[in-house]
């Protein structure tokens, strides 16, 4: 059983930033690329980032390119967000979940088996 626990949210302006944790547990780790999804109040749940199992690729969506940045570190079977220049359109909660197999498809939610439990942002204008 694997067990992803996420942190970091939270309430803040427009501009600011935020650093999002996600600390798994009961897997190894560092044999599978991890993603950041996001699910907004009446809208469906949508791929953010993904990094893969060594860290040193990764992949974004277009509405958050350029402003967060997903890294992890496989010592602390750890991985994060850094999302800078908040919008008020980053509002959401946020999930961290494991990628099943491979680096593929990764923008699939279908394709991740793990989740964990959320952790609200919320972006004030």
Same mark, same amino acid.
């Not at 999804?37 to 199992?53: D, I, L, S, T």
């Not at 099943?100 to 699939?108: N, Q």
């Given at each position: 059983? &694997?067990?992803? @626990?996420?942190?970091? #949210?939270?309430?803040?302006?427009?501009? /600011? !930033?935020?650093?999002?944790?996600?600390?798994? %547990?009961?897997?190894?780790?560092?044999?599978?690329?991890?993603?950041?999804?996001?699910?907004?109040?009446?809208?469906?749940?949508?791929? &953010?980032?993904? @990094?893969?199992?060594? #860290?040193?690729?990764?992949?974004?969506? /277009? !509405?958050?390119?350029?402003?967060?940045?997903? %890294?992890?570190?496989?010592?602390?079977?750890?991985?994060?967000?850094?999302?800078?220049?908040?919008?008020?359109?980053?509002?959401?909660?946020?999930?961290?979940?494991?990628?099943?197999?491979?680096?593929?498809?990764?923008? /699939?939610?279908?394709?991740?088996?793990?989740?964990?439990?959320?952790?609200?942002?919320?972006?004030?204008?």
């Amino acid at each position: 059983q &694997v067990q992803l @626990v996420e942190s970091g #949210g939270g309430l803040v302006q427009a501009g /600011d !930033s935020l650093r999002l944790s996600c600390a798994a %547990s009961g897997r190894t780790f560092g044999s599978h690329a991890m993603g950041w999804f996001r699910q907004a109040p009446g809208k469906e749940r949508r791929f &953010v980032a993904v @990094v893969n199992y060594s #860290g040193d690729d990764s992949y974004y969506a /277009d !509405s958050v390119k350029g402003r967060f940045t997903i %890294s992890r570190d496989n010592a602390k079977n750890t991985v994060y967000l850094q999302m800078n220049s908040l919008k008020p359109e980053d509002t959401a909660v946020y999930y961290c979940a494991t990628l099943r197999t491979g680096y593929r498809d990764y923008e /699939d939610e279908r394709e991740y088996d793990y989740w964990g439990q959320g952790t609200q942002v919320t972006v004030s204008p």
